[in-house]
């Protein structure tokens, strides 16, 4: 059986489908499994070993469909389910299942604060999609796999990072999914651990900013200061250093990993990393949680505006932000 899987997008929604991937390789007979996802997202697929063809899409969805044609698919499998892949299905006139994105019950629980949403994390609701072929989740969680060239040896690390860190992913696509900076740096220093600012080359700067607080100035006076209180937090910043599967790569060796709601958070889940979620203005509820790992929620539950999006804000709609500025960082790590 040939069949197609589709999601175009993003970071962690692609890892999400890395159960279904895996499902549908293992538990049918003679399957052969491609993935159509947007060519900037190659690297998270290209070393899956449940992937035997991956087709990469641009602009151009009229060639995507020429190639797709020749295959001949048994099945489409549309984990994206918006109007490039219905197009993409009717073009290729082949039996397709579809993914219920609950567009609906979403709105009713943002503008409404009615709840709707059934109580069943997104990778269950993925499976479900395939649960006509006889596909049924297995308990081995997400699935993340990393070249070996993009493994970062431990000495590529600062000394003081080389016996164990926390890795923090300061990172998200919208301002309301992450803490403000002052936020960030009181979390790293409850941390009381050396820590890597994980992010891209546009979250530098705010990585750049916490890093400046913690800077140890060549003075043992004032180095015996932090000692007799005992802090311990060394921010090494990475944001911006690594590609995506070397940020994968210390995410992997990290002894616990912080995550605002984004990609990291669920490749960190592929691991079975013990993570600590923050939540701005969306919610666990929606179903993107980490998946089969430790994880504990930092949120502020006390409040009637939560969640204002589906995705997020550039700022926040009713200005106060208090999702993120009023987080009780209640944690301990021993």
Known sequence: MKILVIRFSSIGDIVLTSPVVRALKTQLMDSEIHYLTKRKYKGILTSNPYIDKLFLFDKDLNQIIGELRKEKYDYIVDLHNNLRTQIIKVSLTTKSLSFNKLNWEKWLLVNLKID????????????????????????????????????????????????????????????????????????????NKPVILLGGPEDAGTGEQISKFFERPENTEYEAGLTELNKKTIIYNACGKFNLNQSASLVKKANYVFTHDTGLMHIAAAFKKEIFSIWGNTIPEFGMYPYRTKFTVLENKKLNCRPCSKIGFDKCPKGHFKCMKEIVFDFYLP
């Open 116 to 191: 709707k949403l059934p109580s069943l994390h997104i990778v269950d609701r993925y499976l479900e999609t395939v649960k006509s072929l006889g596909v049924k989740a297995d308990a081995l969680g997400l699935d993340y796999f990393i070249e070996e060239k993009d493994e970062v040896p431990m000495d590529w690390l600062p000394e003081t990072h080389r016996q164990g860190y926390v890795a923090y992913a300061i990172g998200a696509q919208h301002n309301t999914k992450k803490l403000p900076v002052n936020r960030m740096i009181e979390l790293c220093d409850k941390m």
